[in-house]
């Protein structure tokens, strides 16, 4: 089963706006991650942000997590055409086991 | 370095056959991860390995499912009696250390599988 709900399902823009992706999940966490997935393959991990962590920075991305309404958002800044991509959040849970709890994911699209 | 390999890239089947689906890890990282994705979906969890000992296999949807990683390195996900509803991407992850909580995973590039 998945964690949680991404929104908005699918979002198109064009190049050197920026795009805001937001994600909700159901249990406690210890850790959200963000994850990219080009053409439904292998997926590449973008950020992680632990529990005691309220904002992230990563060059062009911006991660915020509100643990109090179990949501994150990502905030792509300057968007470029290479950026377009399906994009998941992923929650880890304490304990010992490593396992991701996935989104459905969100698929941007960037216009040149 | 070499990332997460998968083979076969793509795998077409028979209904009922069984099939085996290969990972080979980032050298030197102790945890594997099995997920499968289905078309439009997000990757669902189905096994995670430390070393050589499965430890957590709440994902595996049924006995059909197995995984194996028997020397703490490559692993193989094999499925029984396939059905059409196993047909997905199957995705492998490594990450690096014994404790899997609250690390990156790096993913191989899937397997993507398909019962006819």
């Known amino acids: 089963s998945q964690q949680g709900e991404e929104d908005p399902q699918a979002l198109s823009i064009q190049e050197g706006e920026n795009a805001t992706m937001n994600c909700s999940y159901k249990?406690?966490?210890?850790?959200l991650q963000w994850y990219r997935q080009n053409s439904g393959r292998g997926l590449v991990h973008l950020i992680l942000?632990?529990?005691?962590?309220r904002e992230k920075h990563s060059g062009r991305l911006r991660v915020t997590l509100d643990t109090s309404k179990k949501s994150s958002s990502l905030l792509i800044t300057a968007s470029r055409a290479a950026d377009t991509a399906s994009y998941f959040c992923a929650t880890g849970s304490s304990g010992n086991t490593g396992k991701l709890i996935f989104g459905q994911g969100t698929t941007l699209q960037v216009k040149p | 370095g070499a990332g997460v390999s998968q083979t076969p890239s793509n795998k077409v089947t028979e209904k009922g056959k069984y099939v085996e689906l290969r990972c080979d890890p980032i050298s030197g990282h102790t945890a594997l991860y099995w997920y499968r994705q289905s078309l439009g979906q997000g990757p669902e969890f189905l096994i995670y390995?430390?070393?050589?000992?499965?430890?957590?296999d709440s994902g595996l949807p049924n006995d059909r499912f197995f995984a194996v990683r028997p020397e703490g390195s490559v692993s193989t996900l094999k499925i029984q009696r396939t059905e059409r509803g196993d047909s997905a991407v199957y995705l492998c992850a490594s990450s690096p250390t014994r404790q899997g909580a609250g690390e990156t995973q790096y993913f191989g590039p899937g397997t993507r599988l398909l019962v006819l």
């Open positions: 390995f430390q070393g050589t000992g499965a430890a957590d």
């Open positions: 249990t406690s966490i210890n850790n």
């Open positions: 942000i632990r529990s005691n962590e």
